[in-house]
């Protein structure tokens, strides 16, 4: 498939000396080679598969079974945590606390690369969130939206990555 990187760099050069200016505006054939090098950097990041570290959270309280299963994804133990996580989820009544658990087990597929159903997930975890807002835009609830869309933009960057992969 074409790659094709838009972007630019931009230098400013203001002041009536050299000494008022930070950094002078480069010559040609220096702002040519600062350009390669910028969009090299770029390109390394389109073609190559890397990863960047991303801080996530999950819910705990000081039940048996909710210490369990953050004992088993501390290990990263991640299936045994979701399968907990899941029970719990299933003898839930509250919406809120069922949100809280579709989150955690979202975070636990996520872990075991099945960024699919991390996203079915937090699609529940976050309609169930939704559904207890009171209009106040919890902070949990802004939480969960950036972790969706994270998991979207996870999930089109894994479908990219198999088509490369492919060709």
Do not use: H
Request: aromatic letters at 10%; glycine letters at 2%.
């Amino acid at each position: 498939s074409p790659v094709i990187i838009k972007d630019s760099l931009f230098w400013e050069d203001i002041g009536q000396a050299d000494y008022y200016v930070k950094k002078q505006i480069p010559l040609r054939t220096e702002a040519l080679r600062e350009s390669a090098l910028y969009i090299a950097e770029k390109m390394v990041y389109t073609l190559i598969p890397s990863w960047e570290t991303q801080q996530r959270w999950y819910y705990a309280n000081n039940t048996k079974k909710m210490k369990n299963a953050a004992e088993k994804f501390v290990k990263n133990e991640w299936k045994e945590a979701a399968l907990i996580w899941g029970e719990l989820y299933e003898n839930e009544e509250k919406d809120s606390q069922k949100a809280k658990l579709a989150v955690n087990i979202a975070l636990a597929n996520e872990m075991l690369d099945d960024v699919e159903n991390a996203l079915n997930w937090i699609n529940i975890a976050y309609e169930l969130m939704l559904k207890e807002d009171d209009g106040e835009k919890s902070e949990d609830l802004i939480a969960t939206y950036v972790y969706k869309k994270e998991l979207e933009q996870r999930m089109r960057d894994t479908i990219q990555l198999n088509v490369q992969e492919r060709e």
